[in-house]
C-alpha cells in the first residue's frame, strides 16, 4: 500500500494547522477590539469560508491564484505556484479551517476579563509579556478548541483541495482525494483501508485532546 | 509626596470633572454606584485616557493634554488594587507575586523580596496554591503583595472590601492601613469604610467631587444633600429659612431650631436616625409611630410628625436595646446641634 496520502495529509494538516493557530489568534485579538460595525463587516469577510461550500472557496482560490492570473503568475515568476501543487493543498486547508480557529478564539478573548491586563499594565508588565503568560493561558481551553478543530477540518479538507491541487497519485493526493478517486474506480477495499486510516487519526486526535484537556481541569475545580 | 489630578472626561450619562490633590494618608472618595468614582482611578493609572487635564505625581507629570504627555501604565509606578483582587488565575501566589518585580533583575534579591513580602502578608503555605484556591482575604493580600513588591508612589484602591465577608472586613481594615506608607486614594460606597480608613474624605455625585474635607468635618457636616445621604442620615427633608437660627420643613410640618446660623441658600435639612431623644428640651414635637425592624443591638422606629405631610417618606429613629422606651414616646425631639443644613 503507498502511504504518500496520509503522508502527505498529515503534512498539509500541520502547516495549515500551524498557519491558521497564528493568524486566527492575530485576527481575533485585533477584532475583538474594533468597534462594533467595523467588527461586524470584517466578521462577515472573515467567516465567509466557513459557510461557503468548500468547492466555491476553491473557485475563489483558483480565481487569485491561476497561473494565469495577475497575482498567480506574479508568484510564478520566483517559482510559486499553488495550483496542482501539495503545498498548495495548505492553501486550499488554510483558507477553509481559518474561521473556525478565528471565531473560537474570538470567542474565548471576548469572555477574558480585561482587568486582568489592566492589573498587569499598572504592574509594569509589557503588553507582549500580558499576552502570552496572561491572556493566552486564560484562554487556553478556547485556542486549544479552535486549534484542534482547525487541524481536523485541514484533514478532511476535499471541496477547495480538489478544485486547487487535484489528484495526482504520489504528488497532490491526499487521504480524502484518495478515498473518492479510489471508491471511483471501484476500488472498494482500497478505499476502506483509507477509511479505517482516516478514523484512526481521528480517534488519536479526539484521545489526545480530551488528555491534554483533563489535568487543568481539575487545577481549575 | 503628592498626587495631583485635574481632568475632565466625558462619559455616556454625565462629564466627569474633578480635581484633587493628596496630602498624605488616606484620601477617600465616597460615591454610589456608577458616580465616576473608578473612572477617576483608572485614570490616574492610565488605564482610561482623560479629555483633557492634568495628572501629576511627585513632581513628574503622568498625563498632560496640553502638552501632549500620555504615559503608559508600565510607566507611572501607580499601583492599583482592583475590586475583584485581578490575580492572574493561571499562576500561583509565588508567581504571582514575582510579576510585580519581574524588573528586578539579581534573582537572589527577588527571591529574598519574596520571601519577606510573604511573611509580611502571612501567605506562608500557600505558595504554592492558586487564586481559586485562596479566600477572600487570602487573595487581597496576595494582590497587596504583589502591588507593594513593585513599589508604586501611590496606591489606589477601588472599593477594597467589597468582595469579602462582613467579619473579615473590619479586620482587614485595620491591618491594611499599617502596612504603606505612601498616600492612598481609595474609593468606597460604604461610609464605615470612609471613616475607617480615610483620614480626608470627598464626597463625589455625577461625576463631580463636592467637598473634600476632613473626614469628621464631612460626617459632622455634610453641606449637601448627596453627601448627607451618603454619609448614612436616613432622614432628608426640603427646608427654608425662617429666621437666624431657625428653619421651616414643610413637608414634616414643623420648624427646627438650630446650632449654627442659617444662610441664605438652604435647601434641605438631615438628622440623623441617630439622634432623635425622648426628652430633647428643643425640637419637641408630636410623633405617630407606624412600625420598627429589630437589628442585633439596635431597633429601627419608623415614624412621622403628626402634622407631616401624607406623601413625605416616614422617618427612621434608630434606639440602642437598653434605651428602649417600653410605650412609644408621644413626643420626639431632636438638639439644635444635630440639625444638619444643608445648601445644595
Given at each position: 500500500?503507498?502511504w504518500y496520502?496520509?503522508?502527505?495529509?498529515?503534512r498539509?494538516?500541520?502547516?495549515?494547522?500551524?498557519?491558521?493557530?497564528?493568524?486566527?489568534?492575530?485576527?481575533?485579538y485585533?477584532?475583538?477590539r474594533?468597534?462594533?460595525?467595523i467588527k461586524?463587516?470584517l466578521?462577515?469577510?472573515?467567516?465567509?469560508?466557513?459557510?461557503?461550500p468548500?468547492?466555491v472557496?476553491?473557485?475563489?482560490?483558483?480565481?487569485a491564484?491561476?497561473i494565469?492570473?495577475?497575482?498567480?503568475s506574479?508568484?510564478?515568476?520566483?517559482?510559486?505556484?499553488?495550483?496542482?501543487?501539495?503545498?498548495?493543498?495548505?492553501l486550499?486547508?488554510?483558507?477553509?479551517a481559518?474561521?473556525?480557529?478565528?471565531?473560537?478564539?474570538?470567542?474565548?478573548?471576548?469572555?477574558?476579563?480585561?482587568?486582568?491586563?489592566?492589573?498587569?499594565?499598572?504592574l509594569?508588565?509589557?503588553?507582549?509579556?500580558?499576552?502570552?503568560?496572561?491572556?493566552?493561558?486564560?484562554?487556553?481551553?478556547?485556542?486549544?478548541?479552535?486549534?484542534?478543530?482547525a487541524?481536523?477540518?485541514?484533514?478532511?479538507?476535499y471541496?477547495?483541495?480538489s478544485?486547487?491541487?487535484?489528484?495526482?497519485p504520489?504528488?497532490?493526493?491526499?487521504?480524502?482525494?484518495?478515498?473518492?478517486?479510489?471508491?471511483?474506480?471501484?476500488?472498494?477495499?482500497?478505499?476502506?483501508?483509507w477509511?479505517?486510516?482516516?478514523?484512526?487519526?481521528?480517534i488519536?486526535?479526539?484521545?489526545?485532546?480530551?488528555?491534554?484537556?483533563?489535568?487543568?481541569?481539575t487545577?481549575?475545580k | 509626596m503628592?498626587?495631583?489630578?485635574?481632568?475632565?472626561?466625558?462619559?455616556?450619562?454625565?462629564?466627569?470633572?474633578?480635581?484633587?490633590?493628596?496630602?498624605?494618608?488616606v484620601?477617600?472618595?465616597?460615591?454610589?454606584?456608577?458616580?465616576?468614582?473608578?473612572?477617576?482611578?483608572?485614570?490616574?493609572?492610565?488605564?482610561?485616557?482623560?479629555?483633557r487635564?492634568?495628572?501629576?505625581?511627585?513632581?513628574?507629570?503622568?498625563?498632560?493634554?496640553?502638552?501632549?504627555?500620555?504615559?503608559?501604565?508600565?510607566?507611572?509606578?501607580?499601583?492599583?488594587?482592583?475590586?475583584?483582587?485581578?490575580?492572574?488565575?493561571?499562576?500561583?501566589?509565588?508567581q504571582?507575586?514575582l510579576?510585580?518585580?519581574?524588573k528586578?533583575t539579581?534573582?537572589?534579591?527577588?527571591i529574598?523580596?519574596?520571601?519577606?513580602?510573604?511573611?509580611?502578608?502571612?501567605?506562608?503555605g500557600?505558595?504554592?496554591?492558586?487564586?481559586?484556591?485562596?479566600?477572600?482575604g487570602?487573595?487581597?493580600?496576595?494582590?497587596?503583595?504583589?502591588?507593594?513588591?513593585?513599589?508604586?508612589?501611590?496606591?489606589?484602591?477601588?472599593?477594597?472590601?467589597?468582595?469579602l465577608?462582613?467579619?473579615?472586613?473590619?479586620?482587614?481594615?485595620?491591618?491594611?492601613?499599617?502596612?504603606?506608607?505612601?498616600?492612598?486614594?481609595?474609593?468606597?460606597?460604604s461610609?464605615?469604610?470612609?471613616?475607617?480608613?480615610?483620614q480626608?474624605?470627598?464626597v463625589?455625585d455625577?461625576?463631580?467631587?463636592?467637598?473634600?474635607?476632613?473626614?469628621?468635618a464631612l460626617?459632622?457636616?455634610?453641606?449637601?444633600?448627596?453627601?448627607?445621604?451618603?454619609?448614612?442620615?436616613?432622614?432628608?427633608?426640603?427646608?427654608?429659612?425662617?429666621?437666624?437660627?431657625?428653619?421651616?420643613?414643610?413637608?414634616?410640618g414643623?420648624?427646627?431650631?438650630?446650632a449654627?446660623?442659617?444662610?441664605?441658600?438652604?435647601?434641605?435639612?438631615?438628622?440623623?436616625a441617630?439622634?432623635?431623644?425622648?426628652?430633647?428640651?428643643?425640637?419637641r414635637?408630636?410623633?405617630?409611630?407606624?412600625?420598627?425592624?429589630?437589628?442585633?443591638?439596635?431597633?429601627?422606629?419608623?415614624?412621622?410628625w403628626?402634622?407631616?405631610?401624607s406623601?413625605?417618606?416616614?422617618?427612621?429613629?434608630?434606639?440602642?436595646?437598653d434605651?428602649r422606651?417600653?410605650?412609644?414616646?408621644?413626643?420626639?425631639g431632636?438638639a439644635?446641634?444635630n440639625?444638619?443644613?444643608?445648601?445644595?
Open positions: 500500500m503507498d496520502p496520509l503522508f502527505n495529509s498529515l498539509i494538516a500541520a502547516a495549515s494547522c500551524i498557519l491558521v493557530f497564528f493568524l486566527g489568534i492575530l485576527c481575533a485585533y477584532a475583538a474594533l468597534p462594533r460595525m461586524g463587516v466578521d462577515v469577510a472573515l467567516t465567509l469560508p466557513m459557510v461557503l468548500p468547492t472557496c476553491g473557485y475563489f482560490l483558483l480565481l491564484f491561476g494565469k492570473r495577475p497575482l498567480g506574479f508568484l510564478a515568476r520566483f517559482g510559486i505556484q499553488f495550483v496542482m501543487t501539495w503545498y498548495g493543498g495548505i486550499a486547508a488554510s483558507a477553509v481559518f474561521p473556525l480557529m478565528y471565531r473560537t478564539a474570538r470567542g474565548a478573548f471576548e469572555t477574558f476579563d480585561e482587568t486582568l491586563a489592566c492589573a498587569g499594565q499598572t509594569g508588565l509589557s503588553n507582549t509579556c500580558i499576552f502570552w503568560r496572561i491572556r493566552m493561558p486564560a484562554c487556553r481551553q478556547g485556542i486549544l478548541a479552535g486549534t484542534v478543530l487541524f481536523a477540518r485541514a484533514l478532511g479538507e471541496g477547495a483541495t478544485m486547487l491541487i487535484g489528484y495526482t504520489g504528488k497532490t493526493a491526499t487521504i480524502s482525494t484518495t478515498v473518492y478517486q479510489l471508491w471511483r474506480t471501484n476500488d472498494e477495499a482500497g478505499a476502506f483501508r477509511v479505517l486510516v482516516n478514523l484512526a487519526i481521528s488519536v486526535v479526539l484521545l489526545a485532546v480530551n488528555l491534554l484537556e483533563r489535568p487543568q481541569r487545577v481549575k | 503628592s498626587l495631583f489630578v485635574d481632568i475632565e472626561k466625558r462619559l455616556q450619562d454625565f462629564r466627569l470633572k474633578i480635581r484633587f490633590e493628596t496630602e498624605g494618608g484620601l477617600g472618595i465616597l460615591g454610589a454606584s456608577g458616580c465616576g468614582k473608578s473612572m477617576t482611578l483608572k485614570c490616574i493609572a492610565g488605564i482610561e485616557r482623560p479629555d487635564g492634568r495628572i501629576l505625581l511627585n513632581g513628574r507629570t503622568l498625563f498632560d493634554s496640553e502638552k501632549k504627555i500620555d504615559l503608559p501604565p508600565q510607566k507611572r509606578k501607580v499601583g492599583y488594587l482592583f475590586q475583584n483582587y485581578a490575580l492572574f488565575p493561571n499562576m500561583t501566589v509565588q504571582n507575586i510579576c510585580g518585580m519581574h528586578e539579581d534573582k537572589a534579591k527577588r529574598n523580596e519574596l520571601q519577606k513580602a510573604i511573611r509580611l502578608f502571612r501567605l506562608d500557600l505558595e504554592k496554591q492558586r487564586p481559586c484556591q485562596l479566600s477572600g487570602q487573595q487581597q493580600r496576595t494582590a497587596l503583595a504583589r502591588i507593594l513588591v513593585n513599589r508604586p508612589q501611590v496606591l489606589l484602591l477601588d472599593e477594597p472590601f467589597s468582595a465577608d462582613s467579619h473579615l472586613r473590619e479586620k482587614l481594615q485595620l491591618e491594611l492601613l499599617e502596612r504603606f506608607s505612601q498616600d492612598v486614594v481609595m474609593v468606597t460606597h461610609r464605615d469604610e470612609a471613616y475607617h480608613m480615610c480626608r474624605t470627598a463625589m455625577c461625576g463631580r467631587l463636592l467637598s473634600v474635607k476632613n473626614t469628621k460626617f459632622a457636616d455634610p453641606g449637601s444633600v448627596c453627601a448627607c445621604i451618603l454619609t448614612g442620615c436616613k432622614n432628608v427633608t426640603p427646608a427654608r429659612k425662617t429666621g437666624e437660627y431657625e428653619v421651616e420643613a414643610p413637608d414634616w414643623i420648624r427646627l431650631q438650630t449654627q446660623p442659617v444662610l441664605d441658600g438652604v435647601k434641605a435639612i438631615g438628622i440623623r441617630h439622634y432623635f431623644h425622648v426628652k430633647a428640651n428643643q425640637n414635637y408630636p410623633v405617630e409611630y407606624l412600625g420598627e425592624m429589630e437589628e442585633p443591638f439596635e431597633w429601627i422606629v419608623k415614624f412621622r403628626r402634622n407631616q405631610s406623601d413625605a417618606p416616614p422617618l427612621w429613629w434608630r434606639v440602642p436595646k434605651r422606651p417600653a410605650e412609644f414616646p408621644a413626643q420626639l431632636a439644635p446641634v440639625v444638619l443644613l444643608l445648601y445644595e
